[in-house]
């Protein structure tokens, strides 16, 4: 009764705007608080302790290094280099911008393993040169919505190595495990927008001439090595994901300085600045998502869905279902983090008893939480499309929706083949 209390303040303070973190703060310490007149009070002191421990991992350095990566990244002009190379290899096909906002975000997920950032990069640079073109701003803000989905999948993913450090998953196995996924993903998005272009006649580019295409590649190519070195390492066994963050910062700042000689020392402070804030707030919500998933668990919520769970069956096809339909609902409203760290811990050992591997149900997870960043009514993709379009978050769904229809598609399909998730990492690392 009171865990169901603080869920609902939990909903109310979202609602009325209070930020995700400290909306689950003060959640948790409501539950303390009021459980102080149950018959099993609850010690305040493991408050102090939950937020301590939940911030107290090797791992979660991971996630500081590569936001400052992909801030590098930006002041650096690589963002601008990166859509230069895509419109060199996909903008004269059927498709045109389309084309490219998903070829930039393809390459911007191997940077900065954030969906948010990614749609935010590529639609303030393509949405208004896609508006000038022709393609009507809805349709413009879906496509970019849909293919910044690629972000948490592509090494490195943010969601991944938080969720590697929750459900203790090896995250290096988690990165290859997103890269078949991330080309089957790019590639229906890809084959939609072609599909989109010549039923309603959308513009597409001319091809450009050879020194245009040169220029596109001298300047594309070096910041691709960023997911190249973190691949590589982790397969060699050289680095773990964290060391392989701190060597893409160090390849970045090479970039920016000496290469491309973009990056002032201005840039390199309001980059510090930047990625110190945005860490800041991933990890004061890791902090007190960790109470919160200590209360419930305190309250007996672990045993009560495993419980719920298995009664309904033991069919590893039907619990994903069931399990799918939960996190794209619960996505809709709630940050992905906090969902992790509530439900990883409960049903990971639930579904890895069921002989279910670890590594693709990390991605179903992470896969659907980041769906539901693009679906009504709080969808934070959809709400950055729609500031930077200047159209509403519903005319944003609806100009991506056939995307999104193919997005859903892809995820029944890695639901229920898991062989394409787990087919690198039993390759390579096993």
Known sequence: MLLAAAVILLFVLIILGMDIAFAIGVSALAFIAVSQFDARPIN??????SVTNGVDSFALLAIPMFVFAGELMTKAGVTRRLISLAACLVAHRPGGLANVGITANLFLAGISGSAVADAAATGSVLIPEMKRRGYPARRAAGVIAASATMAPIIPPSIMF??????????????????IVPGIVIYTVLILTSGWIARRHGLPQEARMNAAERMAALKGGLLPLGAPIIIIVTKVLGVATPT??????VLYTLLLGVIVYRDLTWKGFLDASVSAAMT???IMLTVAFSQIFGAIAVLAGLGRLINDTLLSMSQNPVILFMIINVTLLLLG???DPLPIMLILAPILFPLMTSLGV???HLGLVMV??????MVTPPVGIILFVMARISGVSVI???????????VLFAVLILLTYVPQITLFLPTLLLR
């Open 44 to 49: 305040p002191v493991l408050f102090v302790q």
């Open 161 to 178: 190595i938080l969720l590697g450090s929750i459900a203790s998953i090896s995250v290096g196995e988690l990165f290859v495990a997103g």
């Open 243 to 248: 060391e392989s963050a701190a060597v893409v």
């Open 279 to 281: 860490t800041a707030v």
């Open 332 to 334: 809709t409203f709630l």
């Open 357 to 359: 591997d670890p590594v």
């Open 367 to 372: 896969f659907n939480l980041v769906l539901g």
């Open 395 to 405: 005319d944003v769904f609806r100009g991506g929706l056939p995307y999104f229809a």
